[in-house]
Each structure stands twice: as structure tokens, then as C-alpha cells.
């Protein structure tokens, strides 16, 4: 099974930062990574796909980027309503699997 | 408008069985695959299983394997989880989600239904 690593697992910025998600996978695979955020309550919502490919709809803030077996996620200019957890997930190998999560929490 | 809803969590014992539901609507459901993933209370999401289009093709987390089953029925746009011998372990919210072809991602999820295994 693709471990996937993510760090940190929670961190705390202001509005206007710009935030860095790592995820660490545990063997090198392609670029089927997304990134999800979650919030509670609601349904998760996806990000990014392969690795670095905006989802419609989503601000440009949020980038993807990475390879092999480290990906990053970048939110520039941090916004209050992105105070969520994120997830990292692998779809290149069975089991699919995600990162343990980074909880945002605004300053 | 695309959704997803999920329906057929509640309370059952250690040992018993539920059916999960999950029925889509707002997009052609027999061209994608579809996908049933969890998350227990203060986890992180789980992938549990998919199935394809036709439902020929199934693939489970081998902690749900033997024990979880997964079906649809394109007629009724309708996706499925069989679940039986439930375990404690198997307390969380229950998401459907849909992955579009050539995506590699869940690009619409449902809300979710609770399903709690307790005596």
C-alpha cells in the first residue's frame, strides 16, 4: 500500500499568508494526487487533481504542484473561509489511500 | 444541479448488517465510476471500495473485504454497500462520491450518513 505523509498536521497563519501542505508518499508513483478540503459538516471538495490541475470553480489561490513522491499544496494570500482540513490522496494504486490531514486554523 | 445523497445509516449491533444507499442525479450516472469512502469520528477519510460503470469491476480497502459489498443499479441511478459482520471499527460517516473518467479524482461527494456499530 502508497503511504501517504502529510506535514504538518496542523499549523495556524494569518489572512494573507501563504500556507505549504507537504504530502510524502511512501513509494514514488505519477501524478494521480488530488487534494480535498474538508470542513465539518459538509461534503469534502476537491481541489486538485493530478497533482497540480485546478478543479473548476476553485480560487487561484489554491495551487498543486510535485511528483514521485512529494507533492505540495499552496494557498497564496490565505482567506478565512480556508479554515479547513486538507487531504492528500493517491489514485495511481488499490488500496486508494489519503494523508493523514493538516487542519488550517486562522490566526 | 449534480448531487449525491445518501441514505440507510443508523445504530446496529456489533456483528449485524446494513444497506447503504446513495442515489445521484443532475449528471448521466452510468458513466462513471463510483466510489463509497468513510471517516471515523475524528479520523481521516477512508477509501472503502468503487465499482465501474457497468459494475463489473469492484476494488475494496482490505479491511471491508469478505465483509462489505458494493453494487449499483444504473436504472435507478442508484449506488450500494452492503454491509454485514459490522464491527465497532466500522462506526463513521459513510460519503459516496463519483470519479469522472480520465480525472483520477472525486470531483462530487455526497453529505454522508452516520452509521454507528454499538451494542
Known amino acids: 500500500d502508497i503511504q501517504l505523509t502529510q506535514s504538518p498536521s496542523f499549523l495556524s497563519a494569518s489572512v494573507g499568508d501563504r500556507v505549504t501542505i507537504t504530502c510524502r508518499a511512501s513509494?514514488?508513483?505519477?501524478?494521480?494526487l488530488a487534494w480535498y478540503q474538508h470542513k465539518p459538516g459538509n461534503a469534502p471538495k476537491l481541489l486538485i487533481y493530478v497533482a497540480s490541475t485546478l478543479q473548476s470553480g476553485v480560487p487561484s489561490r489554491f495551487s498543486g504542484s510535485g511528483s514521485g513522491t512529494e507533492f505540495t499544496l499552496t494557498i497564496n494570500s490565505l482567506q478565512p473561509e480556508d479554515s479547513a482540513t486538507y487531504y492528500c490522496?493517491?489514485?495511481?494504486?488499490?488500496?486508494?489511500?489519503f494523508g493523514g490531514g493538516t487542519k488550517v486554523e486562522i490566526k | 444541479e449534480v448531487q449525491l445523497v445518501e441514505s440507510g445509516g443508523g445504530l446496529v449491533q456489533p456483528g449485524g448488517s446494513l444497506r447503504l444507499s446513495c442515489e445521484a442525479s443532475g449528471f448521466i450516472f452510468s458513466n462513471y465510476w463510483m466510489n463509497w469512502l468513510r471517516q471515523a469520528p475524528g479520523k481521516g477519510l477512508e477509501w472503502v471500495a468503487n465499482?465501474?460503470?457497468?459494475?463489473?469491476?469492484?476494488y475494496y480497502v482490505d479491511s471491508v473485504k469478505g465483509r462489505f459489498t458494493i453494487s449499483r443499479d444504473n436504472a435507478k441511478n442508484s449506488l450500494y454497500l452492503q454491509m454485514s459482520s459490522l464491527r465497532a471499527e466500522d462506526t463513521a460517516v459513510y460519503y459516496c462520491?463519483?470519479?469522472?473518467?480520465?480525472?483520477?479524482?472525486?470531483?462530487?461527494w455526497g453529505q454522508g450518513t452516520m452509521v454507528t456499530v454499538s451494542s
Open positions: 462520491a463519483r470519479d469522472p473518467p480520465g480525472d483520477d479524482a472525486f470531483d462530487v
Open positions: 513509494q514514488a508513483f505519477g501524478t494521480y
Open positions: 465499482i465501474n460503470q457497468d459494475g463489473i469491476l469492484t
Open positions: 490522496q493517491q489514485l495511481n494504486n488499490y488500496p486508494l489511500t
